[in-house]
C-alpha cells in the first residue's frame, strides 16, 4: 500500500512562508465514521434560531445555534484529527425517498468525510482563518442546473463558477449516469471530462469498489477584513491567476482553500429501487431532489498558530494532516466525541419517517409547481480561481488539479 503526495511527504524542515509558489495540500480526516451532531441548526445562516432544513455537522463541541469561534476554541472535544482545530463544517443530510411509498423517508449514513486543505500558490503568504470565520458555498434554494452545464469551475475565466459536483464511481458507465445532452430540467448533467462526475444526482447505483455516492463542495479562499467575519455572504471571493500566483484582491487576506468530500452510504439501499434512467431516490434534506443545492457551511475554530504550522510546514496529501510534523496541540485520538442537538432529535439510522424534518415539501425534478432559484442562503462563489475537476476512489484519490496551478496527480 503507498501513497503519492504533492513533492515530498511531510517534513521537520518548514515550507518557505514568503512568496509561495507551489501548490501544497493536506486532507483532515476525522475520528469516527459518524457525525458530531445532526439537526435543524445553522449558525451561518440561521443564527440564534431553527434552521430551514437538517444538517450534519462535525468539529468542535461547542456547536450550537449561536456558535462563534472563541466559542468554538473552548469546546471539550472534536471529531478532527488535530487537537486544535475545534471548526465546524456540515451539510444538509441525505435521505432515501422509498419509490415503493414515496411518503416514506430515511436518513442515509454517513461512510465516511474528509476535507481538503489546500494551500495554492500565490503572490503573497497563505494565512490562517481568522477565529470564527464564517463561510457558506452552494444555494440551498436552488433548484435550476448550473450555468456552467455538469462541470467543476473554479476558474471564472471559463465561465460562471460551479463549485458543487456529485461523483458517483460505478463499475461500468454504460448506460451513462446521466442522460446524454441533458439540459439540467429534467435530469442531471454529465462532467464533460469525467464520466464519474457531474451535476446534479445520477441516475444510476454507485457500485464502485468502496465508492459510495459523494457530495463535493469547494470553497473561496479569498477573505475580506474590512466587511468582517460574520457576513457569509460578501467575506470571500475566489483568487484570480496573475502569472500562474491565486492572487486576492488587493486589502484581501488569503486562507486556505477548502474542499469537503462527503460519501454518504448509498449502497445500502441498492436493492430498494431499480435504476430506470429517468428518476432517482435520493433527497436532500431541504427538499431537493435535483441534488443542484447542495452545499456547505463552516466556521472556524482553529488555533491560528496550529494552523499556521501546518500552512507552513506540511505537505502531507493524502496520508492526512495528523501526519504533519510538530502539530502545537498534537494529533485528536477521542473516537466518542458528540453532543445532543440544540433543537429537536436527532433521526436514527433506519428509522422511517412520513416526511423530511420539518416537513420540507419534497421539489425539483418531476415536482409541479416547483420553483428554480431564490437567495436566502446564496453562493458566496462568483468570482475566481482553477479548475478542480476530480474522481476519487475510497481512501486513494485521484485528483486532477488543473489551469495555471500546473496539474497534479495522486495515485495509490
Known amino acids: 500500500m503507498k501513497f503519492s503526495t504533492v513533492g515530498a511527504l511531510a517534513s521537520a524542515a518548514p515550507l518557505t512562508a514568503a512568496v509561495k509558489t507551489e501548490m501544497t495540500f493536506a486532507v483532515l480526516h476525522f475520528t469516527r465514521n459518524q457525525f458530531l451532531t445532526e439537526g435543524p441548526m445553522d449558525p451561518v445562516v440561521n443564527p440564534g434560531g431553527e434552521a430551514t432544513h437538517y444538517h450534519s455537522i462535525m468539529g468542535g463541541s461547542n456547536f450550537g445555534i449561536s456558535t462563534r469561534g472563541d466559542d468554538l476554541l473552548s469546546s471539550d472535544c472534536t471529531t478532527t484529527t488535530i487537537k486544535n482545530d475545534k471548526s465546524n463544517y456540515w451539510v444538509p443530510s441525505l435521505f432515501f425517498q422509498d419509490p415503493k411509498d414515496p411518503t416514506s423517508f430515511e436518513k442515509v449514513p454517513l461512510y465516511y468525510m474528509n476535507v481538503y486543505y489546500f494551500f495554492e500558490p500565490t503572490n503573497g503568504t497563505i494565512e ?156 436532500l434534506s431541504n427538499g431537493d431532489n435535483t441534488g443542484y443545492s447542495s452545499h456547505g457551511d463552516f466556521i472556524s475554530g482553529w488555533d491560528q498558530d496550529t494552523l499556521e504550522t501546518i500552512i507552513n510546514t506540511c505537505n502531507a496529501g493524502t496520508t492526512g494532516m495528523e501526519k504533519c510534523p510538530n502539530i502545537p496541540g498534537g494529533v485528536n485520538d477521542n473516537k466518542d466525541c458528540s453532543i445532543a442537538p440544540a433543537i429537536g432529535t436527532m433521526v436514527k439510522a433506519s428509522q422511517v419517517l412520513k416526511s423530511l424534518p420539518l416537513n420540507c415539501p419534497v421539489t425539483g425534478w418531476g415536482i409541479a409547481g416547483s420553483g428554480s432559484d431564490s437567495s436566502d442562503e446564496a453562493s458566496s462563489s462568483e468570482p475566481v480561481i482553477s479548475t478542480v475537476s476530480s474522481t476519487r476512489t475510497y481512501l486513494f484519490p485521484l485528483l486532477a488539479y488543473l489551469g495555471t496551478l500546473g496539474t497534479l496527480f495522486l495515485s495509490s
Open 128 to 283: 490562517p482563518f481568522p477565529v470564527g470565520l464564517k463561510m457558506l458555498s452552494g444555494d440551498a434554494k436552488t433548484r435550476s442546473p448550473p450555468k456552467f452545464g455538469g462541470g467543476s469551475n473554479l476558474d471564472p475565466s471559463r465561465g460562471p463558477i460551479q463549485p458543487i459536483q456529485w461523483t458517483c464511481p460505478r463499475q461500468s458507465y454504460d448506460p451513462p449516469s446521466y442522460p446524454v445532452d441533458s439540459d439540467g430540467t429534467t435530469a442531471g448533467m454529465q462532467d464533460p471530462g469525467n464520466k464519474g462526475a457531474g451535476a446534479g444526482f445520477p441516475l444510476y447505483d454507485c457500485d464502485g469498489t468502496y465508492s459510495p455516492l459523494r457530495q463535493d463542495i469547494h470553497f473561496p479562499s479569498c477573505y475580506n477584513p474590512d466587511v468582517g467575519i460574520d457576513d457569509y455572504e460578501n467575506n470571500m471571493a475566489w483568487p484570480t491567476s496573475v502569472n500562474g500566483l491565486q492572487t486576492c484582491p488587493a486589502g484581501w487576506i488569503h486562507v486556505p482553500h477548502l474542499f469537503y468530500e462527503v460519501y454518504w452510504d448509498t449502497p445500502s439501499f441498492k436493492d430498494r429501487w431499480t435504476p430506470d434512467g429517468k428518476t432517482q431516490p435520493f433527497v
